[in-house]
């Protein structure tokens, strides 16, 4: 989830505070969107507030902050700021060295990113008129194809918004079939089950911080909700980890449109959720728990 931080109490700020999220107050309890609650420990879930600043002064970004994530080290740090949208060159490289993807890859198991991409993105690219953005480059860094609108079109993939109405309003693919919120969270998880790793990019949350009144915001953290609903009730928490994250805060103050410097919250739910949950403390001790996971779960 791009641009998700935990956020004050303030309903004229913070969209989480108005917004009905039946989903995942029942996964964590009441005003588990809030900045200062702590560590939140459920039978099925933890949620742990987590620093996206990483000890560098200024307000995290997209390409830093996803490659943290993606590697395990604080890249903010290794370049001397926090960088995006897109990676430069130094984040680049350091995402290029190995990532979450190329360990799976490299134990030849199978990974994918499931978020797909239209030929015009692929096209851009090859130009040279349009850079990958950290994730996609840590994938394709890997090894790994980008999924694209076939893929979508016959169920391989799932649209960054979801539904897929997006690629019918705004690409003209009108042969995309259209799914509901929770069956695209369904679809999530199927994808999932037939992956060592995958990996949902879910953007437009950011989007949603930069652009647009607070209701707007409301509405959208609506539908993740919805989207997260579908998933959680087909997840099986005995077979796999589901861990949910973010980059950076943004959606959670609306009173600005820029990035913030509040903790994100990252979610895991099922096997050792708890145990693996008690080493985060920062973005860059994620991709040690996916590692840990893996590790200790070789043949799930």
Same mark, same amino acid.
């Not at 995942?24 to 009441?30: V, Y």
């Not at 973010?246 to 913030?260: A, C, L, M, Q």
């Not at 895991?268 to 779960?297: M, S, W």
């Given at each position: ?9 303030d ?10 999220l039946p ?5 964590l309890?009441?005003g ?7 560590r ?17 002064p200024?307000?995290?970004q ?24 897109k990676p ?8 290029r ?7 799976v890859?490299?134990?030849?198991q199978?990974?994918?990113l499931?978020t ?7 096209d ?12 996609p480059? !840590?994938a394709?860094s +890997?090894?790994?194809? @980008?999924?694209?609108a ?5 169920? $391989? =993939?799932?649209?960054? &918004? ?9 690409l003209?693919?009108?042969d ?7 069956e695209?969270?369904?679809?999530? !998880?199927?994808?999932a +089950?037939?992956?060592? @790793? ?8 950011? $989007? =949603?911080?930069?652009? &647009? ?14 989207a997260l609903g ?8 005995a ?12 959606i ?5 449109r820029r990035?913030?410097t ?8 099922g ?5 693996l ?13 996916v ?10």
């Amino acid at each position: 989830m791009d641009g998700v931080g935990l956020g004050s109490d303030d309903p004229e700020v913070n969209p989480f505070v108005t917004a009905n999220l039946p989903n995942l107050t029942n996964l964590l309890g009441e005003g588990w969107y809030l900045q200062g609650n702590g560590r939140i420990h459920t039978p099925r879930a933890s949620l742990i507030p987590t620093d996206a600043t990483l000890g560098v002064p200024g307000r995290p970004q997209s390409a830093t902050g996803q490659a943290a994530i993606l590697t395990g080290q604080n890249v903010p740090q290794l370049i001397g700021e926090h960088y995006g949208p897109k990676p430069n060159t130094a984040v680049a490289d350091i995402i290029r060295q190995g990532t979450i993807f190329s360990d799976v890859t490299a134990a030849k198991q199978n990974a994918a990113l499931i978020t797909p991409y239209p030929q015009g993105y692929f096209d851009a690219v090859n130009r040279g008129k349009r850079l990958y953005s950290a994730v996609p480059l !840590a994938a394709v860094s +890997a090894g790994l194809p @980008l999924m694209n609108a076939a893929d979508l079109r016959n169920g $391989r =993939a799932v649209s960054p &918004g979801f539904t897929g109405q997006g690629w019918h309003d705004f690409l003209g693919f009108t042969d995309i079939p259209i799914l509901s919120l929770p069956e695209a969270g369904e679809r999530i !998880a199927a994808l999932a +089950a037939s992956y060592r @790793l995958s990996f949902f990019e879910h953007w437009p949350s950011d $989007r =949603a911080g930069h652009r &647009g009144p607070l209701a707007d915001a409301v509405r959208h953290l609506e539908m993740i909700d919805t989207a997260l609903g579908g998933l959680l009730d087909v997840w099986d928490d005995a077979a796999g980890l589901l861990l949910i994250t973010s980059d950076h805060g943004n959606i959670e103050e609306k009173d600005h449109r820029r990035h913030t410097t509040n903790p994100v919250p990252t979610i895991l739910v099922g096997k050792q959720h708890a145990e693996l949950g008690a080493q985060i403390r920062d973005l860059t001790d994620i991709a040690p728990v996916v590692r840990q996971f893996f590790t200790t779960n070789s043949t799930n």
